[in-house]
RNA sequence: GCGCCUGUGGCGAAAUUGGUAGACGCGCUAGACUUAGGAUCUAGUAACGCAAGUUGUGUAGGUUCGAGUCCUAUCAGGCGCACCA
């Protein structure tokens, strides 16, 4: 009998499906694992070889964890809401829930061939109204409250409300991003809308005008992490700014704790140092410099406030609030034209051209140290967005600020004793001050770090300002102008302000359209729907909520997919509490898992869920890169050449299909009927063969270079595929696919096949095993044990390699032996192990065998080894009994005549004995 | 510019964390078997050298009896952030 594994792999799969073998419950009586994958779009692509290599990871932990006792949650679902349905339903008229569902019955099909541990009972998909009604409750939740940042927590808007009606905004602990400050009498006596528009300002979901990325040709807004150098990740469309009113999620309230939670999870560095990044976390101060014959003030963010001496101008953003109080009559014009310039160029442009703008804006500031007058100048090289909006230019050290004072010929004192700023700023925080004292603040002959210390000090003293935290972090904006989305549980009323839908009435379902496009008047797609009105004849919010919503959350509704009565039930969440392990790719660092760590702290202030953090560990995959196949054609002819014969002619490298590749040997039959303008190509074959060139990219259909799982799993069965994407090296690299290699790890599952059966007839026999095949299978437990811990599977599969290739020349037969290898192997190939886990006579399945442990008795050695090193190198071996004491060893090592040879009669300089491994003489 | 990561055979990669560098697999070479096949098995395979030996983990130093591993500098590649005050 041959290692048939499709049969195998088919029966299995059934049997596993008919009888829910991967089904998880709450057990209360087991302790839980929960492992998560970052859920896939269903692409109209499918999956290529590359997308099921985190999966084949989690998999095997997940299984390996179910067989060491634990109750293990492993879900999976589809993140079914996304552009490129709907770009497909433009171009189409076809559905996008069409398409999605039938993306997903692909992809499901692709995954099942892999063997996956999934519990498709909980399967949840975005686009599901059961699921997203949940999308849309968490939505109200934040609409109806604000950040108290007293508490460090969201409470409910009612009693920012109650404090508004008692004091207004005196002692008012919340988080906004107005100034504006009223009594509890003005608060009183403002109209309803007014009372709404202000309270828009603490909403944690609100809606505000913000400058927003605006995509022309997608017709949409897109969030920060969607946007790359000026144009859209999804589709490379030039993005611009707008001012617009869209929803907004008010994640920077939340930034410190999203940065101190970074602390409490098991992450890699690199992807808490890019959320730290992204967080952007910097200390300063907040100082109030006065206009100049007013009394109004301009505040503005420095975290270098030790410069303070050297303030030599101010420049306000050409967005800032500020600009309309400083502008001067006859600075009028010219300040307009240039606002109206900036306007008009694209942040892309801005950044591409980098040249020095701006305008004096007519008006001075009061310097509140040195009581000096200084110009207010406004240039775009401040950024709206940023701290105030404002800066206080200290040209010495800051290069910006050094850039402008050159331009528009300012002065520029230095601050730092033996800063030479002749030719540049001196930005290094690092020094001695000089001309930095007078009568109220002194900081001449201080380093720079006591300096920023003392003036921090002087500015809370003198109550010119305040010591502040600021966040790079901007409130997520929530609204696409797009169809195929979320619908927003929010009505418009008479006054035209948006309002709540019951909770009651969800989920609100996303309403059939006749096209997929904005309305003649340029409204989002949902405008074109029939009937889009609330219970009450309202009509409704006419944006969808984009991507990352539906995908904030899911990792808690797997806990709980079919309750109808809350996201999760508080007991359930209790039990499963976080996800142990999530694994994904680093692409979602800043967007994707900003956002659901947000999510899901709101709900923890309410205490909907228990845990602070959604993930504990999260592994992240590498990228699999194609390998590309070239052949090359001979200029002008329709003759190919084999690869290392090509530097005699002038060839053109032309991709071909991989598929038609085999060990870099082109089938060139296949070749032929590949394309019919190579159906008489002519060959110049080495060896016989046509030998293809190489190169490593990017896996995707135009470079001919992707591979099908599909494929590999009819050629070789799912098993050599999880074996060999495992094997491939450490799931956390980015490496290339190679189909080559796998007939290694192939044969290996063959060879194990082949130690089982002699033909028809089983071999192994009830024969007690040998004290080296003990050893060597003991070794493989200990091996693989450590290695799955640590998620070194292609170590672990090479161990297998080892232990199969051993008791394969000691022609052990010993059941028990095997027995151990099946229970060792489940996890990476679970469709071998569980035929052979029966044909060893178990009942059950071999998801639940007992993990082996490994017993060190059959490691002992009775003698050791030693390396005798004499001048850095091994020279000769020395067994010596187990457990000899290093003297002795010294003593058995020097009495060797061949350490007698190298000392020519001498005694060495030194002997370092390594126990159980070397000993080092140096002579 | 700031921050993080990675550099090891023809290729993918190992290295018990400071102890015989290159495990395991691919590829390659030779051989065996065979009704030539993209099957199986055996042996070899870092480089130089007939050999004893010598040199080898991007480069240059350093610490150490001993460095792929630790320290300093430097080069190359990748990723993240970026007029962030």
């Not at 009612?158 to 905004?169: D, I, N, P, R, S």
């Not at 229970?823 to 029966?838: C, G, V």
Request: glycine fraction near 6%; charged fraction near 25%.
């Amino acid at each position: 009998m041959d290692y048939n594994f499709k049969e195998i792999e088919q029966r299995w799969q059934q049997y596993w499906r008919d009888n829910k073998v991967y089904s998880a419950k709450v057990d209360n009586s087991r302790p839980k694992y929960y492992v998560l994958d970052m859920f896939p779009y269903p692409s109209g692509a499918g999956l290529h070889v590359g997308h099921p290599l985190g999966y084949i990871a989690s998999d095997i932990y997940a299984r390996y964890k179910r067989q060491r006792g634990f109750n293990v949650l492993h879900p999976m679902g589809y993140d079914a809401y996304g552009l490129p349905a709907e770009q497909y339903a433009i171009q189409t008229g076809q559905h996008p829930e069409v398409t999605t569902k039938k993306n997903i019955a692909r992809y499901r099909e692709q995954l099942d061939k892999i063997g996956f541990c999934f519990d498709w009972d909980r399967e949840v998909r975005t686009c599901d109204p059961e699921y997203y009604k949940w999308t849309q409750w968490a939505f109200l939740k934040m609409y109806g409250s604000y950040y108290n940042t007293a508490m460090d927590k969201a409470c409910p808007i009612e009693e920012l409300v109650a404090h508004f009606e008692k004091y207004g905004t005196t002692d008012c602990n919340a988080h906004t991003n107005s100034t504006d400050e009223f009594t509890a009498d003005q608060w009183n006596a403002m109209t309803k809308v007014e009372k709404e528009n202000t309270l828009m300002n603490y909403r944690i979901a609100y809606r505000g005008n913000t400058m927003v990325n605006w995509c022309p040709k997608l017709g949409t807004v897109l969030a920060n992490d969607e946007v790359s150098e000026g144009v859209s990740l999804r589709g490379g469309y030039p993005v611009e700014q707008k001012l617009m009113s869209q929803w907004c999620l008010r994640v920077s309230a939340y930034a410190g704790r999203l940065l101190r939670g970074l602390e409490t999870v098991d992450w890699t560095d690199s992807i808490k140092e890019t959320q730290r990044n992204w967080i952007g976390y910097s200390e300063g101060a907040e100082m109030n410099f006065n206009i100049a014959g007013t009394d109004e003030n301009i505040l503005i963010f420095t975290t270098r406030a030790d410069t303070i001496f050297g303030v030599t101008f101010m420049v306000l953003a050409p967005e800032s609030i500020y600009v309309e109080k400083v502008v001067t009559d006859d600075q009028r014009a010219a300040v307009d034209a240039y606002l109206d310039e900036v306007k008009h160029k694209t942040e892309r442009e801005r950044l591409i051209e980098k040249k020095v703008s701006g305008v004096f804006s007519g008006s001075y500031a009061v310097n509140p140290v040195t009581g000096k007058e200084i110009p207010i100048y406004i240039s775009d090289y401040v950024l709206a967005g940023y701290g105030t909006g404002a800066i206080m230019a200290v040209p010495a050290h800051d290069s910006r600020d050094y850039a402008f004072a050159r331009h528009f010929d300012l002065p520029i004192i230095p601050l730092i004793e033996g800063a030479d700023v002749s030719e540049e700023s001196f930005d290094a925080k690092d020094g001695i001050m000089t001309n930095s004292s007078n009568d109220r603040l002194q900081l001449n002959g201080l380093q720079v770090k006591e300096a920023i210390a003392r003036t921090k000090e002087y500015i809370a003293e003198a109550g010119i300002g305040r010591v502040k935290v600021n966040y790079r972090l901007r409130d997520a904006i929530f609204s696409r102008q797009r169809y195929w989305g979320e619908p927003f549980p929010i009505y418009y009323d008479e006054d035209n302000q948006p309002q709540p839908v019951s909770e009651s009435e969800l989920p609100l379902l996303l309403p059939e359209v006749d096209k997929f496009l904005p309305t003649e008047t340029g409204e989002p797609p949902l405008g074109r729907a029939q009937n889009w009105v609330a219970s009450n004849g309202r009509p409704l919010e006419l944006c969808t909520m984009p991507g990352f919503a539906g995908s904030s959350a899911y990792y808690l509704r797997y806990m709980d997919p079919h309750n109808s009565e809350a996201l999760v039930d508080k007991d359930v969440n209790a039990y499963w509490r976080q996800v142990d392990l999530y694994v994904g790719g680093t692409e979602h660092a800043t967007g994707h898992l900003i956002y659901s760590r947000f999510w899901n702290k709101f709900l923890y202030d309410y205490g909907y869920v228990c845990e602070p953090e959604p993930y504990k560990k999260l592994v992240n995959q590498g990228m699999i890169q194609g390998r590309s196949n070239f052949v090359y054609r001979i200029k002008d002819t329709n003759k190919f050449v084999s690869y290392n014969l090509k530097k005699d002619y002038d060839t053109t490298p032309i991709h071909v299909d991989v598929n038609i590749v085999s060990n870099d040997a082109l089938d060139i039959e296949k070749f032929k009927a590949w394309r019919p303008e190579f159906a008489d190509a002519e060959f110049i074959l080495e060896n016989g063969k046509y030998i293809c060139g190489w190169a490593i990219e990017k896996m995707s259909k135009s470079m001919f270079n992707v591979v099908n799982p599909d494929d590999i799993v009819d050629r070789y069965g799912a098993d050599t595929l999880r074996l060999y994407e495992m094997f491939l090296g450490p799931v956390e690299a980015s490496k290339p696919w190679d189909t080559n290699g796998i007939d290694g790890v192939n044969r290996f599952l063959k060879r194990l096949w082949g130690l089982f059966f002699d033909g028809d007839n089983l071999k192994l026999t009830d024969e007690k095993a040998s004290a080296e095949a003990l050893k060597s299978v003991h070794k493989l437990i200990k091996k693989v044990t450590a290695d799955i811990e640590v998620f070194s599977y292609n170590t672990s599969v090479a161990a297998f390699m080892i232990c199969i290739n051993e008791l394969s020349s000691m022609k052990c037969a010993a059941r028990e032996v095997y027995d151990i290898i099946v229970r060792l192997l489940a996890p990476f190939a679970p469709f071998i192990s569980e035929e052979l886990w029966h044909v060893l006579g178990h009942e059950g399945t071999v998801c639940d065998a007992e993990w082996p442990v490994c017993n060190e008795e059959y490691l002992k050695e009775s003698s050791v080894k030693y390396t005798v090193m004499i001048k850095g190198r091994p020279r000769f071996n020395i067994e010596v009994a187990a457990g000899t004491d290093a003297k002795e060893v010294e003593r058995l090592a020097l009495a060797d005549p061949a350490a007698q040879k190298w000392l020519e009669g001498g005694t060495p300089k030194k002997v370092i004995v390594v126990p159980n491994k070397l000993v080092n003489i140096v002579i």
